[in-house]
């Protein structure tokens, strides 16, 4: 089945020591995106990629940056997590930018930090 | 700013009843919704979308848009235990950057 797969599902890293959380998807989709979201808070778009054109939003800490070498694969690197970063990481996809084009998330990776 | 708004519940209904889950936005450009179940500790999994005036059904859910209000709606017939979960509304807007605005959730609880 196409999908959208976040490796690891769980991860816990030390404060201060950075850390890679990867998404794949094999819907062939043009954009991806990652989402931090805390409990009972709605998910915060941290960038976005459609394509090669990367997008970061303007509250997006210099803290945290992406990479997406291909179609099917985009990273998000957090250089120096703090306590504050400590949250579910969601990965989503859709085919374009289209209004009626829903996005398809994977399964989120809870980041812990020690 | 864009904002997208939702009472965050818990919304308690019994098993078999009809839950209404609202949503208003602040965006009078937002031109598509979109309705996610998300159980806890999960993702997101999308419901259904709407994006013309009026009420869009499907099996036990019904999207209800009324963009003069400003205020989508979904409605859940017949509800089960297993619907309890938090529902996310997102608003699209067009021009911008496309990018949907998601509300806290509204959380559901169908009680037996």
């Known amino acids: 089945d196409a999908m959208v797969i976040q490796n690891p599902r769980y991860q816990v890293t030390q404060f201060g020591k950075p850390v890679t959380l990867s998404c794949s998807q094999t819907?062939?989709?043009?954009?991806m995106y990652w989402y931090q979201q805390k409990s009972s808070q709605a998910p915060k778009l941290l960038f976005h990629?459609?394509?090669?054109?990367?997008?970061n939003e303007a509250d997006t800490p210099d803290n945290f940056q992406s990479r997406r070498p291909n179609t099917s694969f985009c990273f998000l690197d957090i250089r120096s997590p703090g306590l504050g970063d400590a949250a579910m990481y969601l990965c989503?996809?859709?085919?374009?930018?289209?209004?009626?084009?829903?996005?398809?998330f994977g399964d989120g990776t809870r980041l812990s930090i020690l | 700013q864009k904002e997208v708004e939702q009472n965050s519940g818990p919304l308690s209904v019994p098993e078999g009843a009809i839950a209404s889950l609202n949503c208003t936005y602040s965006d009078r450009g937002s031109q598509s919704f979109f309705w996610y179940r998300q159980y806890s500790g999960k993702s997101p999994e999308l419901i259904m979308f709407i994006y013309s005036n009026g009420d869009k059904e499907d099996g036990r859910f019904t999207a209800q848009l009324n963009k003069a209000s400003q205020y989508v709606s979904l409605l859940i017939r017949d509800s089960q235990p297993s619907d309890s979960a938090t529902y996310l509304c997102a608003a699209r807007e067009i021009g911008g950057s496309y990018i949907p605005t998601f509300g806290r959730g509204t959380s559901l609880i169908v009680h037996p």
């Open positions: 819907l062939n989709h043009n954009v």
């Open positions: 990629y459609y394509d090669k054109d990367f997008n």
């Open positions: 989503a996809t859709s085919r374009d930018l289209g209004l009626n084009q829903p996005q398809h």
